[in-house]
């Protein structure tokens, strides 16, 4: 099982990233997937996930309206597109996949990607 997140940069406050994760060893149509965070000196947070129970999705409060997570099964990859970036989204960020993962909660998560730097300024 690999995944691979790629996408990460340096952007200007409001501009726009598209993380990619592609992934292999696994059905990823079967898996829940999610996108965590960590920036320095904090914890990692969950940003958004794609339930494995019935495909739902979910976002924490601080991303919500800004960033769209989705997959693309043929392509066995999975993305997070994050539109209007502030400094505060300045992280590493990183893919992962769980069979029963449903929620934010990493816990849930079996395989995790190395995780692409997203950094916001100006």
């Known amino acids: 099982v690999q995944l691979q997140a790629s996408g990460g940069g340096l952007v200007q406050p409001g501009g726009s990233l598209r993380l990619s994760c592609a992934t292999s060893?696994?059905?990823?149509?079967?898996?829940?997937i999610g996108w965590f965070r960590q920036a320095p000196g904090k914890e990692r947070e969950g940003v958004s996930c794609?339930?494995?129970?019935?495909?739902?999705?979910a976002y924490t409060d601080s991303v919500k309206g800004r960033f769209t997570i989705s997959r693309d099964i043929a392509k066995n990859t999975m993305y997070l597109q994050m539109n209007n970036l502030k400094p505060e989204d300045t992280a590493v960020y990183y893919c992962?996949?769980?069979?029963?993962?449903?929620?934010?909660?990493?816990?849930?998560?079996?395989?995790w990607g190395q995780g692409t730097q997203v950094t916001v300024s100006s």
């Open positions: 794609i339930s494995s129970a019935d495909g739902t999705t």
């Open positions: 060893g696994f059905n990823l149509d079967a898996y829940g």
């Open positions: 992962a996949a769980g069979l029963i993962a449903r929620r934010l909660s990493a816990y849930e998560y079996t395989y």
